[in-house]
């Protein structure tokens, strides 16, 4: 079986408009594959220290997988929440990224939307901070199957620096560039 270890670091959320922020995030995958050893989901913890619209996380993620096929390959999806003065929480980003086919340290920034309204008062709620839009099921986000039917806009993005390490892809008929 070929395996893939996944070690790095959810870095930080940046161009948000939310003062605090914490991230859950959790790596998806298809029936080919299977978790040897780790976490395949987490959530960092909040952070108000906004220098430059940038909130820093540092929260680790260690992952093996072990694979039969190459189909369904990983991905990481990504779910910002903004934390008010009162503990309300509410979605203020989504995202996935492919974890990258390359060997070695990775930079990965994953573009996030948010859920939008075209009602007037949906947007000023929004606007000071008292609540969002959520979807209702979450693979929405990384299967795009009825993505199309929401009304979106553009949020922050989120950055992970990985370090991947594969063994037996090479074995097993699998060229990685």
Known sequence: MA?????GELCHASDFEEPNLFCRWSVQFGSCWKVIEGHSEGQSSTSADRVGHRSHFGTPIDLHLACRGIQGWPKIHIEVYALNSFENYWPVGYGFAFVPTQPGLQRVRVATWKVSSARFFDTVREKFHTGGFTVAKSDIVFSGIERYKLLTKSSGS???????IFKNFAENGVELR
Do not use: G
């Open 3 to 7: 395996e893939l270890h996944i070690l």
């Open 158 to 164: 989120v950055e992970l620096e990985l370090m991947l």
